[in-house]
């Protein structure tokens, strides 16, 4: 199992499908820093969209919607985003959200380089990179000596009107998990450290 000690100076990614457990397990590890007495060092960047059924499955939510308390750690940052793919009606409306969700959660990790902490956790970071690369994850990475995000990896959401999103973001977190020291991979039976 994994125990938060293990993780810190770490860089890791945790990735899988829609209710595949990231966000649960990224809050786990949240509560074990904390429980180690790092509250006061941990920045997190909450990017998820506001908890929703599609397709009878749970798609998004905040720490918050799961009782998290942000006055548990030195600063929390909820940013309100939209999944384009599952609430744009037509091709030119997914790629306005995508783009809008890219603009807000930059703000978030700009708020983050100018006040930069020793853990810096993301939750559904992959809303950030639906259009463009990692861009300004790769200055903040630089900034924290513990990286911890999870992202929405090969799963069931479909790009329905072909705006690329869903290529781009499987590229994307594959060039990332190229560069963090553990990735978590929730689509396999079990969890699994690649």
């Excluded at 770490?10 to 649960?24: E, F, M, Q």
């Excluded at 959401?157 to 977190?173: A, L, M, P, Q």
């Amino acid at each position: 199992m994994l125990d938060a000690v293990n993780l810190l100076g770490k860089r890791v990614l945790i990735v899988g499908d829609v209710g595949s457990g990231k966000t649960v397990l990224t809050l786990k590890i949240v509560y074990g820093l904390i429980d180690l007495g790092f509250g006061g060092s941990i920045s997190i960047l909450d990017f998820a969209p506001n908890s929703m059924l599609h397709c009878g499955r749970r798609v998004g939510g905040k720490f918050t919607d799961y009782s998290f308390n942000p006055k548990l750690v030195r600063m929390y940052i909820p940013v309100e985003t939209i999944p384009p793919r599952i609430l744009g009606k037509f091709r030119d409306e997914v790629l306005m959200y995508a783009n809008m969700n890219r603009g807000r959660c930059g703000d978030a990790i700009k708020l983050f380089i100018d006040d930069p902490s020793d853990i810096l956790v993301i939750n559904d970071l992959s809303l950030y990179y639906h259009v463009g690369d990692l861009g300004l994850i790769v200055d903040a990475m630089k900034l924290c000596k513990t990286f911890i995000a999870n992202a929405y990896f090969d799963g069931f959401i479909e790009d329905k009107f072909s705006t690329g999103i869903s290529i781009n973001e499987r590229e994307v977190t594959m060039n990332l998990m190229k560069v963090v020291d553990i990735v978590i991979n929730l689509n396999v039976q079990g969890v699994r450290v690649m």
